[in-house]
């Protein structure tokens, strides 16, 4: 007699092998911060720590990370916003080893019936992950700072592992 064990792997322990092979995300954004604005562009990251994101908006504005510091700037500002990226809830978003180490100790939270999604509080940060059911991609994050500032994005036409231009994440100087 023969007997065949499938060994099925958890949804979270699939999602992390997957995210495992991903250097480089590409993608359209929706992004509703404290339930009133919503802003769309589309972003480039590139793992660890980078990320470029140009905004639909009439000033132009771009925000940019090289794995250190973050910068936004727009044309309705004269001067950037320069902020250390460590000091930001993106700091984790954009750090693939972390997140998929909180991801090995946690569970699937189950309220999301179309979605993967995984709650973590780290640093005074809340984070929520949102994995696609289908293709295991990453497709979201909410975040809440220590200012209680909620910011839900929301991603969309992603393309995982292009080639990317170094020299995009390359911070602008002041003038």
């Known amino acids: 007699l023969f007997v065949n064990f499938n060994a099925h792997s958890s949804p979270s322990q699939e999602i992390i092998n997957h995210f495992k092979n991903i250097n480089s995300l590409e993608f359209k954004f929706s992004q509703k911060i404290d339930n009133n604005n919503i802003e769309k562009g589309e ?16 000033y132009n504005k771009i925000l940019v990370s090289n794995g250190k510091s973050l910068i936004i700037n727009s044309d309705k500002i004269p001067n950037y916003y320069r902020y250390p990226l460590d000091k930001t809830p993106l ?20 309220n999301y019936p179309f979605y993967y999604a995984f709650n973590f509080e780290h ?16 497709i979201g994050w909410e975040t809440k700072d220590i200012y209680q500032n909620t910011a839900v994005t929301y991603l969309y036409s992603i393309l995982e592992n292009q080639e990317i231009k170094k020299k995009l ?4 100087t002041q003038n």
């Open 43 to 58: 972003c480039i990251i590139s793992y660890p720590k980078k990320i470029f994101c140009k905004y639909y908006d009439i």
């Open 169 to 172: 994440f390359k911070l602008p």
């Open 123 to 138: 640093e005074n940060n809340f984070i929520k992950v949102f994995f696609d059911k289908e293709n295991l991609n990453l």
């Open 91 to 110: 700091n984790f978003i954009l750090d693939k080893e972390f997140l998929i180490s909180k991801m090995s100790n946690l569970k699937e939270d189950q």
